[in-house]
């Protein structure tokens, strides 16, 4: 399909075509109406956590501007738009009685979606855990399962009656590794004594949350997504090939093989997962973790190539940089790689039982140009046409795939990269919140009219 221009009406008159965003990167009003602290709060707050020591401050104040950024996604034509629920705003506590201003506030979301025709795609926990939960062990405590399963309850006991696409976890992968073993994210812990802990308890939440949904909201549309990336060996040599392989074990099947029955992921010579899975009992827990989700969502920005490196811990594996290979890559030195976009898609749908997909992020950072008052960039634009492309041949060879997502709508806190990149299909003024649809917003909304 290269060359060839796409219609959005390509795809379907029941694709779904949304737009996504986060509580914690986008909404603000920390301190305002009984909202607690999360664990990327505390995080931030700490010197030298956050690129440049930036500050999450107001984000996008979507908290204040929620009416204006849903206009925004009307008038560029997306028919979904997914947020995220602050587990902070709605229990202050953790647990206990729910925060009614904070119920407020996600109702008035939700009912304006509905208002403008918009369909309200909610992800119950996107990275934002209570400090007050973290501080008791968060992920990693046995009490993580009565906590989520609460929250859950309550979220859809609220929000139920209107919301019936619900997204349970955002990219495990992401918040263990990086948040429990790395302490690259919050809450910043180090070590496989958080991090194998804190998959079983992940693992046990993914599927509970489906099970609650289920009981609790009628004609629920239920799904859960996952980061991924497909892995090249930098070389043909065994030993590039099995790091490849570990790397995949860990950043792309780790958590979807347990969901699917399958259990963990098995790979030879590769001890760390025997450890994972002896630790955590897994033999014991493997109905507990399987869930028959309506969809998996999957998130994928970038490829990564891997080369064998024994002073890696644990993975014995490094990545091989897109600038010291000579590919084009993003602002973020994300390669950019469409065909590897396929790839990965092909590689968790070729899973026996596998429910269908929807792509719940995909996007690029790059550097924004100012032409006379008007945001151009050009790249995310090609960026976009390319992945789309793509997308399209997949589906007309019969893959299963419903939706997709553009990440993200507004420019916002990119986690520990601060405010740095640039994402959004609009910018936003730090100083005033002004909204100004880049370039790439008015590509999508010619797109989305076609």
């Known amino acids: 399909m290269k060359g060839k221009i796409i219609l959005a009406s390509d795809f379907g008159r029941d694709f779904q075509w949304g737009v996504a965003i986060a509580a914690q990167q986008n909404e603000g009003g920390r301190n305002i109406g009984g909202r607690s602290d999360s664990i990327w709060d505390t995080f931030a707050d700490k010197n030298n956590k956050i690129k440049n020591n930036h500050k999450i401050g107001d984000a996008c104040d979507f908290f204040h501007q929620y009416q204006r950024d849903i206009d925004i996604c009307k008038l560029i034509g997306f028919n979904t738009f997914r947020f995220s629920i602050s587990w902070s705003r709605v229990l202050p506590n953790g647990t206990g009685a729910p925060n009614m201003d904070g119920i407020r506030f996600y109702n008035q979301v939700i009912d304006y979606c509905i208002q403008k025709n918009i369909r309200p795609f909610v992800t119950l926990y996107h990275w934002d855990l209570p400090t007050v939960l973290e501080i008791e062990g968060g992920w990693t405590s ?87 990336s497909y892995i090249y060996p930098n070389s043909d040599k065994p030993e590039d090939i099995k790091a490849a392989q570990r790397v995949d074990a860990i950043m792309n099947r780790l958590f979807i093989e347990p969901l699917l029955g399958i259990g963990y992921p098995r790979v030879s010579d590769f001890k760390f997962l025997e450890k994972l899975e002896i630790h955590n009992l897994a033999w014991r827990h493997k109905e507990q973790m399987t869930f028959d989700y309506d969809f998996i969502g999957l998130q994928n920005y970038f490829p990564i190539t891997v080369k064998y490196n024994p002073i890696i811990p644990y993975l014995s594996a490094s990545e091989v ?88 709508l507004t420019d916002n806190f990119e986690w520990n990269f601060g405010y740095t990149p640039k994402f959004g299909l609009v910018h936003v003024d730090k100083d005033t919140q002004e909204r100004t649809i880049k370039k790439s917003g008015y590509w999508f909304k010619s797109f989305l009219h076609t």
Not at 337 to 361: C, D, H, V
Request: hydrophobic content about 35%; overall charge positive; aromatic content about 12%.
């Open 142 to 228: 046995h009490r993580m399962l009565d906590w989520f399963s609460y929250y859950v309850e309550t979220c859809a006991e609220h929000f139920g009656d209107r919301v019936k696409d619900w997204i349970v976890l955002n990219e495990p992968t992401g918040f263990t590794t990086l948040g429990y073993m790395l302490g690259m994210h919050a809450p910043g812990r180090r070590g496989i004594s958080s991090f194998f802990p804190a998959v079983h308890n992940v693992l046990l939440c993914q599927a509970q949350g489906g099970r609650i949904l289920r009981n609790k909201v009628e004609k629920a549309h239920i799904g859960t997504t996952f980061s991924c």
């Open 321 to 408: 940089k897109p600038k010291d290979r000579n590919v084009p890559y993003t602002s973020m030195g994300w390669e950019i790689n469409s065909q590897a976009f396929g790839q990965i898609i092909k590689q968790f749908a070729q899973y026996p039982n596998m429910p269908r997909l929807m792509i719940t992020e995909n996007g690029a950072s790059f550097k924004d140009t100012l032409v006379d008052n008007e945001i151009h960039d050009i790249k995310r634009i090609q960026y976009y046409k390319s992945h789309l492309s793509e997308l399209l041949r997949l589906k007309n060879k019969g893959l299963p795939i419903d939706g997709y997502f553009a990440w993200t």
